[in-house]
């Protein structure tokens, strides 16, 4: 004989769904494809899809470029996560030497600067506005990116310069220069940007009295003017990509000019 068992009722069932929800959300790809979703989404709503989808193809391609510089070095990484109106960041362990830190911080800029080349070639082949756009868009990105302020990209790379040179003089500028560049962002329009900083300025201040024991292996004086050419000449080569695409007029280079101020 067969006992029936009674059907959960309303709120059993509900506890159940709500139950296989969590331990859905707790998993990590579900998160991330979530995230993804409502960027898109959110970006979508407020601009357009063709906009969304650009500058969701950018942000996955410059942080693929920080995942791929952890692993050269064997760092542990947990992917890539995708901050819905803020932006994009390569999860790993922290780096073990400032060469790591500079390193991996450039990479996302450089692959952001192939993929510029890589879409102007296409677009030169097809005409695209997207593929066009797709262009725009990855220059002006990467090259706010190498603004010189945490936690940008730009601030990860003068931190270890400044910290390797382990001068307290050029700590203490690169303290003043962050400060100026966060009241220049708040006072044109630029306040992500500018919050960034703060959260990058605290970062930093925070260091001040670990400076002079940071343990970390630096870069010798080879080190250091290897890495400020290569981070310049990006920076000049993502500038000289915006004023290249804006000369023959392609999707999406007005909005990079004007952002410059040209």
Request: net charge positive; with cysteine; hydrophobic share 55%.
């Amino acid at each position: 004989m067969q006992q029936q068992v009674p059907a959960p009722k309303g709120r059993a069932r509900l506890a159940i769904m709500l139950g296989i929800g969590l331990k859905l959300f707790k998993s990590i790809k579900v998160v991330k494809v979530a995230l993804i979703g409502m960027a898109l989404s959110g970006w979508t709503i407020l601009l357009s899809f063709e906009f969304a989808a650009t500058l969701l193809a950018v942000l996955m391609f410059h942080e693929y470029g920080h995942i791929r510089a952890m692993k050269h070095f064997g760092i542990p990484t947990k992917g890539i996560y995708i901050i819905p109106f803020v932006g994009g960041i390569a999860v790993g362990e922290q780096p073990k030497t400032h060469w790591q830190d500079l390193y991996i911080a450039m990479m996302g800029p450089v692959f952001g600067l192939v993929m510029t080349l890589g879409f102007f070639v296409a677009y030169s082949l097809t005409e695209s506005h997207f593929v066009g756009l797709v262009a725009s868009i990855s220059a002006l990105l990467n090259l706010v990116n190498l603004l010189p302020v945490l936690p940008l990209d730009g601030g990860h790379v003068i931190k270890a310069l400044v910290y390797s040179g382990r001068s307290r003089f050029i700590y203490v500028g690169l303290v003043v220069i962050s400060a100026l560049l966060i009241f220049y962002c708040f006072t044109n329009g630029f306040a992500l940007i500018g919050f960034f900083g703060i959260m990058g300025l605290v970062d930093l201040l925070s260091d001040w009295r670990s400076f002079d024991y940071d343990p970390k292996h630096k870069l010798d004086t080879y080190g250091i003017i290897f890495s400020l050419v290569w981070y310049l000449l990006t920076a000049a080569a993502l500038i000289g990509m915006i004023v290249w695409l804006a000369a023959l007029e392609i999707p999406g280079s007005e909005l990079a000019m004007a952002i410059l101020g040209a």
